[in-house]
Structure formats: structure tokens, C-alpha cells
């Protein structure tokens, strides 16, 4: 008989958040790579949809950074610097929303899910006292 830990359902859920928005990304760049006709028809629209996945996947970078800076530094909603990286990664998540909104082709839902994620994520790392 094999012995296991039980899995605490709060870890799977951060992991899953955590994870979550850069495996959608990823899976959806490179879904995208290989389809036949990258840009359709408007263009505009298909840049709008890829300008959408580089905002959220900017807003997650930049959330993953303020987690590492909060946790390193104990603290640092007193830092300019701080404040500027997640006024900035706050606000990219829900302009790579818009633009999915907006946007067409295989990279549009990929990121209106992702950019959901990640505003929820930034919204609760701003509700922690």
C-alpha cells in the first residue's frame, strides 16, 4: 500500500492561478503559431487580439515581480517603484482585456480568460492587508 499526502484544495487553487495564466499563453501562442493564416482579415483586429496577449502577459510578469518583491522585502507599498509596477501591471490587465474584446482570430479568448485571471489576481494581492 502506497502512502500519499493529501492535497490541501487551497494549494491546487493557487497553483492552478499561479500557473494557470502563463500556461494559457503559452498554449494559445503556440496554437496560433502554427495555424495556417496568422493574420486574417481585418488586420487590425488580429494585431489588436496579439497586442492583447502581450498586455496580459506583461500584467502577469509584473504581478509574479511585486509577489517576489512583497515577499523578499516584507513589505513595499511605501516604494514609488512598487507602486508604479503594480499601478502599471494592474491597469495592463484590463487594457488586454478591451483589446481581446475587441480583437479576432485564435488568440482572443485565450486572452480575455487569462486577462480575467490576472485582474482577479492583481485584485487580491491588492486586498491583502
Not at 493574420?39 to 504581478?63: D, M, N
Request: proline share 6%.
Amino acid at each position: 500500500m502506497t502512502s500519499y499526502l493529501p492535497l490541501n484544495p487551497f494549494i491546487i487553487a493557487w497553483f492552478c492561478l499561479i500557473a494557470g495564466p502563463p500556461a494559457i499563453l503559452i498554449g494559445a501562442i503556440q496554437r496560433w503559431w502554427h495555424t495556417s493564416p496568422r493574420i486574417s482579415a481585418p488586420a487590425w483586429r488580429t494585431y489588436l487580439a496579439i497586442a492583447a496577449i502581450v498586455l496580459v502577459g506583461f500584467s502577469e510578469l509584473l504581478w509574479i515581480v511585486a509577489g517576489v518583491w512583497l515577499d523578499m522585502g516584507g513589505g513595499g507599498s511605501g516604494y514609488t517603484v512598487f507602486r508604479w509596477f503594480a499601478r502599471l501591471g494592474f491597469f495592463a490587465a484590463p487594457a488586454g482585456l478591451l483589446a481581446s474584446l475587441i480583437g479576432k482570430g485564435t488568440l482572443r479568448l485565450p486572452a480575455c480568460i487569462a486577462a480575467v485571471v490576472v485582474m482577479l489576481l492583481w485584485i487580491a494581492m491588492g486586498s491583502v492587508d
